[in-house]
Each structure stands twice: as structure tokens, then as C-alpha cells.
């Protein structure tokens, strides 16, 4: 079902992008070259990390005209992963991401701003736990070009830290806890 | 062993009566716990605390459950005192499902706990290792977990309802030869 929503997503795109000239890539989260982490301070003592290990998304992108550039990204909620079973259960409830009702989040592009070679600021709905926020952040092209198998890759990562708030998760876990940072790695395939 | 340990036809022994309320007791605990430990909050001072108990003890219990069950199997059952064979058969079904749920409990309990693969501590005596694990473990035990506990509740009551029938109406030992060891 996501696949064949990606996949028709991906005709539309493909087909206004021709004129542009911008490649579309495909994240490659088949080879696990791409992944969706956050962290989130305990107590104000350390970090905590997790990720989502299932999400799936494309890009548009073109190294001449990168203002054409943007990106969609859906990430399976239920998906999420601290390395602790009794913690991922608790923050899939309806404390935090509530994920049985708001089974998905999704970061859709609406602008792209070059900031330099390689650098740029995108802007996007980003849409978690039902609500949906414009946000924009910096990214950073971290390479791109032949792959050893017949392919050319490009990657890329941008993070940005959240208000849990912002988006309706009000559960107490202390003062230097009230925001979380998602960093994206994504590495897509040129289609 | 001395025989007032074990059962006789007519009657339980000293281990199956004190098995019987240790289990009891065990079960009813480990409910109240479990209802109060998920509403704690992250700023209770029981938050951790109370998991770890209810995780160290179900394994406790599911041992003690193991040894009650086999000593069942290498005891004579006391003969059932109602004449009915239909109640004879409701009673012996509801007991077993008492077992069965028991058991459904403890593995769904342990499946959530090891969902990432890691191994349960127990009072850090022991760890019981993880073994399965899979795509959302621990939602889909925990939701399975939860049902059982409470249908657990349910057959529990019962249970109970049925000794006190025995009791009241039938006037039969049934509910006596569980708290003292009733001799020939």
C-alpha cells in the first residue's frame, strides 16, 4: 500500500520534473543507506537516542539547479527503536506518538534556498502525531556520483530539533527535556 | 516426604493447599500491580521500580506455577464431591483454563520485555534470556497481556463463586479441603 502510494507519487513527480531537468532518486532504505534517528536529553544528564527503522521517500534533485530540489519522506511511526522494548512501547502509546491512531509522519518539501556548494536551507510540511508544522532547516550534500554497480547515488543529511509541544505530545519528562532532534541520512538511487 | 505433605483421594495435602494460596495471592498482586504501574508517570519515584518487580516476580511465579502443576500431575486429584457430572466437567475445564491462562500470561509478559532482545533480570539473581523478537513484540504481546489479565480476573471470579456454592448450597468439603488438610 505505501509502496504503490510511493510509486505513483513517484510518476506524478517524475513527470513534471522532466521538464526541469532534476533527477529523481530514490532513497535507498532497502540497503539500510539512509536513516531516521532522534535524540532527546535524559533527565539533562545525557542523550538518549533512537531511530525508525521503516520509512521510505524520493527526491528530486539536480546539482545545476538546486533551487528545483525536494523531497518526500514517509516514516512508519510504529517503527520506532530505542533498544529497549519497554521504552519503545511507551512512547508508541497514547502518552507520546500515539502511533496506533497517527500510524505514519511525513515530511513533504515546499521550498528549497541554496546556501552554497553542496549547502542549503529546505523548507517543508512536516506532519507528526496529526499535526502538521511548517518547518525549515539547514541540509548538506555529503557526495554524490557512480556507485561500483551501475548506479549514481547521491547523499544527503539535515536534522532539526522540535518542540514535542509544537506538535501536541505534552507528556512530563522534565525541563531539559521538551525537545527532540530528528536527523535525517538519506542516500537515494538515481532513477 | 512426610504424607501429610501430599494428597490423598479424598483430600489435599500441605503443599497443594499452601501452592494453591501462594499462587493466589501471586496472581492478585501481580493484577494490582500491573494496573497501577502503567499509570505511574516518568516523575514517580515507583516508575522503574514497580516494572522491575512485576517482571522479577512474574518469572518467580511461572516457576512456582511449573513445580504446583507438575506436583499435581504426581499427586492423586481428590475425588470431586458433586454429584453432577456436568458441573464435574465445567470444573475441571475451568481449572485448566486457569493453567492455560497462567501460561499465556507469563509468555506474553516475557514477550514484551525481550521484544528488543534483551534478557529479563530477575532481582538480578539470574537474567532469563530473549528469544523471539519481531515487528512491534511488544505492542502486540502488551495488548494480548492486558486481555488476559483481565479474562484471568474474570475466571478468577468464577472460581470463587463456584467454592462458595459448593460451600453454601451443596454444604460439601470443597472449599474446606482447600484451607486445612482433612484427615480419613
Redesign the interface.
Known amino acids: 500500500m505505501k509502496k504503490l502510494l510511493l510509486t505513483t507519487l513517484f510518476s506524478v513527480t517524475a513527470l513534471t520534473a522532466t521538464a526541469a531537468q532534476a533527477a529523481t532518486y530514490d532513497v535507498d532504505n532497502e540497503g539500510a543507506h539512509a536513516s531516521v534517528n532522534f535524540q532527546i536529553q535524559h533527565l539533562g544528564y545525557s542523550w538518549l537516542t533512537g531511530r525508525f527503522n521503516d520509512f521510505d521517500g524520493s527526491f528530486e534533485y539536480d546539482a545545476a539547479a538546486p533551487e528545483k530540489s525536494s523531497i518526500e519522506v514517509v516514516i512508519d511511526t510504529t517503527s520506532l527503536d530505542s533498544n529497549h522494548a519497554e521504552r519503545d512501547k511507551h512512547l508508541k502509546s497514547a502518552d507520546f506518538l500515539d502511533v496506533k491512531k497517527y500510524p505514519t509522519a511525513t515530511f513533504k518539501s515546499t521550498g528549497f534556498k541554496s546556501t552554497g556548494e553542496g549547502k542549503g536551507e529546505i523548507t517543508g510540511d512536516f506532519t507528526l502525531h496529526g499535526v502538521t508544522k511548517s518547518i525549515t532547516f539547514p541540509v548538506k550534500r555529503i557526495g554524490e556520483g557512480n556507485d561500483p554497480w551501475g548506479g549514481y547515488r547521491a547523499g544527503f543529511t539535515g536534522s532539526t530539533t522540535l518542540k514535542l509541544k509544537d506538535y501536541g505530545i505534552d507528556y512530563d519528562l522534565g525541563p531539559a527535556s521538551t525537545t527532540v532532534e530528528i536527523t535525517l541520512h538519506i542516500e537515494g538511487v538515481r532513477q | 516426604m512426610p504424607s501429610h505433605l501430599k494428597n490423598t483421594s479424598s483430600g489435599y495435602g500441605w503443599m497443594a493447599i499452601l501452592l494453591h494460596w501462594l499462587v493466589a495471592l501471586a496472581v492478585f498482586s501481580m493484577f494490582g500491580l500491573g494496573l497501577y504501574m502503567v499509570e505511574l ?3 514517580d519515584a515507583w516508575y522503574k521500580g514497580s ?1 522491575d518487580l512485576h517482571k522479577s516476580a512474574g518469572i518467580l511465579l511461572a516457576l512456582v506455577v511449573a513445580a504446583r502443576y507438575v506436583w499435581r500431575l504426581v499427586n492423586p486429584s481428590p475425588s470431586a464431591l458433586s454429584a453432577n457430572r456436568l458441573e464435574h466437567l465445567a470444573g475441571h475445564a475451568a481449572h485448566l483454563m486457569l493453567y492455560l491462562m497462567m501460561a499465556a500470561l507469563f509468555v506474553s509478559g516475557y514477550l ?5 532482545g ?1 534478557g529479563i533480570s530477575v532481582f538480578g539473581w539470574f537474567t532469563v534470556p530473549a528469544t523471539l523478537t519481531g ?5 502486540i504481546a ?1 495488548d494480548i497481556h492486558r486481555w488476559l489479565a483481565w479474562g484471568l480476573m474474570g475466571l478468577v471470579a468464577l472460581h470463587a463463586a463456584a467454592a462458595l456454592k459448593h460451600h453454601f448450597i451443596n454444604r460439601d468439603a470443597t472449599l474446606v479441603r482447600m484451607l486445612r488438610r482433612i484427615n480419613d
Open positions: 508517570t516518568y516523575y516494572l514484551i520485555s525481550t521484544a528488543e534483551h515487528d512491534n513484540q511488544e505492542d502488551g
